[in-house]
């Protein structure tokens, strides 16, 4: 085993490998960019080495400063994480050529993998099933346009060296091909630095279930099972779960034979993860090779809950030339696992990453893993692998995923019900997540019973989106009570601020004035002669009782209904968690907001930190309501600013290649 390993990545997957390497007494070395020089994957090993600037370009994708670091801090190994570096052959090269360990594949097998026409021509040799489709050298826009009309709608465009949804465009119609072309490759250029794609048949009503694979030096390659990774927004993961729902042995059995030959076609050494498309038709299954990802996968926690080992672990005996742990048949699955990714991002505004500071960030309590198949027991366990703290900053230069939530359970129904209870834990204030959302698509009638396929969150719209699980009343009830009782402990003998409503006359009113989803409302609290409260709000007249429990929670009796809530007051905005979901509510001044206007005229900002890409129009043009104006690249994705009214355009304000800041003018539309 390896005495010292640098960890060439960042966030919870550097927290992740970290926390392995200590187990194992092997010392870690970090590296960080400016934006993270305080950050937790720092502080989690043993020595740090700083590489540059807060973009990738100028600090994680810097494999010479990473390779110095190396030599300067006498690393045996280097462990790639995922993303960034991890899947680029000519790194992995340099480390063999500097003497460091690349604790992944060869880079012969990075290559064969990493173009996806390549491999699939390869798979297609090793009698790997394959979806329909073009994966050609020629790259002719009117050669690839008449192979998707052969191939037949709706197809997908897939960038050839692309991952993690980037590069990926459905086209239903031959008159939207050119279009969704064009977008698909200047997307692969900016991500992957190669605008090649290949074409293939989008299968109907598909599930993505993946097998993960190790080899080894020795010649041994076993699989570890399978992941359902079907619940995706944008092409990108959400919820991912092991075993795969419905999955037969035998199924299982010829997916994961496929796996391993597909592996061996390469000569693989290490984790890696063989991703097929499932298609499903009546009570039949039938799976193809989508692709391989020659690394660690975000979602490798649920196979080590339902295995009981380290996957990391495994990585690092393979990697310095021990055999595998464990033969096939000495591998065993134990109940049920299911991952949630926590991101920066806002669900009801088109999963638009957001940016800011963790002024809150309370998690649910965490059962590690059990080790050794002890999974089998079916205890209770909640993990959390994340990079982040209470009071850190989730910037626009990396991806917007804060944590990831996993959970496992002796049964499938047993986990999702420990998934939503932890998320609900999960409280997060300073910028917008998908929590809530998460929770949402967990009590689909869809996800509930196992009716995957990567169309689920749109077929489930309905229910997915700009829900409200807690209603005015009872948020306004919270921001009064959490009010109450800050005034109580800030009074002291005051005798006319104490809650229990004492008054030298009769019944006193308060009235209360919020914002509640962009509506202003208002509240009486109702103080009796007898210290009684009662609160109107949004048509409901009850009484309200308070009380203050420990770790600073609120117990709320209103309208016949008890609560026990968690508020979080952030300037005026009060955040409210309780077990049926969570919400906010902002506090109005009604002096402090005496005629302002929120009028906005014709600017069009940006909704976040970001790159302008490209502009769609120029002054003088004129644009219809929803007509795309501009696109902006921010945390590795393109988003597209659209028109919100009809009218001119007055000036562009900005140009390609410009960085701007959340809030910034893009450009003018006149009526």
Request: hydrophobic share 40%; proline share 4%; net charge negative.
């Amino acid at each position: 085993m390896f005495k010292k390993i640098l960890i060439a990545n960042r966030g919870e997957i550097a927290c992740r490998v970290a926390a392995t390497a200590r187990r194992l007494g092997v010392r870690t070395v970090a590296v960080y960019s400016d934006a993270d020089a305080d950050a937790k994957h720092v502080r989690a090993c043993d020595e740090s080495v700083h590489l540059g600037g807060s973009a990738p370009k100028d600090s994680y994708l810097r494999w010479e400063k990473i390779l110095e670091a190396a030599r300067a801090t006498g690393a045996e190994a280097l462990h790639p994480g995922y993303g960034f570096l991890s899947e680029n052959e000519a790194f992995a090269q340099a480390c063999a050529d500097a003497g460091v360990v690349f604790v992944g594949p060869p880079p012969s097998a990075i290559q064969a993998m990493g173009l996806k026409a390549q491999s699939k021509q390869l798979m297609e040799k090793a009698g790997v099933p394959l979806v329909p489709g073009y994966h050609g050298r020629d790259q002719e826009p009117a050669l690839l346009q008449r192979e998707a009309d052969r191939i037949g709608y709706p197809v997908l465009i897939k960038a050839s060296a692309g991952g993690g949804g980037k590069g990926m465009r459905t086209v239903e119609r031959a008159e939207d091909f050119a279009a969704a072309l064009a977008s698909c490759q200047r997307e692969a250029i900016n991500s992957f630095g190669d605008d090649a794609v290949l074409i293939e048949k989008y299968v109907q009503r598909p599930r993505h279930i993946e097998i993960q694979v190790f080899g080894d030096t020795h010649g041994h390659c076993v699989y570890l099972f399978e992941r359902d990774c079907s619940v995706q927004r944008r092409h990108q993961k959400v919820l991912e779960e092991a075993p795969a729902p419905g999955m037969t042995e035998a199924m299982r059995c010829r997916m994961g034979e496929a796996a391993v030959a597909a592996a061996r076609a390469v000569n693989y050494v290490g984790a890696g993860t063989v991703e097929f498309i499932v298609e499903q038709r009546g009570g039949e299954m039938s799976f193809f090779f989508m692709e391989m990802n020659t690394r660690l996968q975000v979602e490798h926690p649920v196979t080590e809950a339902i295995t009981g080992l380290d996957l990391v672990e495994w990585q690092l005996r393979v990697a310095s030339g021990e055999p595998l742990p464990l033969k096939q048949d000495e591998l065993r699955i134990h109940g049920h696992a299911i991952e949630a990714r926590i991101c920066a991002e806002n669900p009801d505004n088109g999963f638009l990453p957001a940016t800011g500071t963790l002024h809150v960030y309370r998690k649910p309590l965490a059962t590690a893993f059990e080790r050794a198949g002890a999974q089998g027991t079916g205890a209770t366990a909640v993990r959390i692998d994340d990079g982040v703290r209470e009071g850190g900053v989730i910037s626009p230069f990396y991806d917007s995923m804060i944590a990831k939530l996993i959970v496992h359970g002796a049964t499938r129904d047993e986990a999702l019900a420990r998934l939503d209870a932890a998320l609900a834990q999960t409280h997060i204030v300073g910028l917008a997540t998908n929590v809530k959302f998460l929770r949402h698509v967990l009590h689909t009638e869809s996800f509930a019973r196992a009716h995957l396929d990567t169309a689920l969150i749109e077929r489930e719209r309905a229910v997915l989106f700009d829900q409200e699980p807690l209603g005015l009343p009872l948020a306004a009830a919270a921001s009064i009570a959490h009010t109450l009782l800050q005034e109580a402990r800030t009074a002291g003998a005051d005798p006319f601020s104490r809650r229990d409503g004492w008054r030298s006359h009769g019944v006193t009113v308060r009235h209360f004035d919020f914002e509640f989803h962009g509506a202003p409302h208002s509240a009486q609290l109702h103080c009796l002669h007898d210290g009684t409260l009662r609160l109107q709000v949004g048509g409901v007249h009850g009484p309200l009782q308070i009380g203050a429990l420990p770790e600073g929670q609120i117990e709320l009796l209103f309208n016949d209904t008890r609560h026990t809530l968690d508020v979080y007051q952030s300037q005026a905005t009060a955040h409210v968690f309780a077990r049926e979901g969570a919400t906010k509510i902002v506090a109005v001044d009604r002096l402090a907001h005496a005629g302002e206007t929120h009028a906005e005229g014709g600017r069009l900002t940006a909704p976040m930190p970001g790159k302008v890409l490209s502009f769609a129009v120029k002054a003088g043009d004129t644009v219809a309501r929803g007509q795309p104006l501009a696109v902006m690249e921010a945390m590795k994705m393109e988003h597209t600013i659209a028109a919100p009214a009809d009218g001119t355009v007055e000036e562009l304000l900005y140009a390609p290649g410009d960085q701007v800041v959340e809030g910034a003018e893009l450009l003018r539309i006149g009526a």
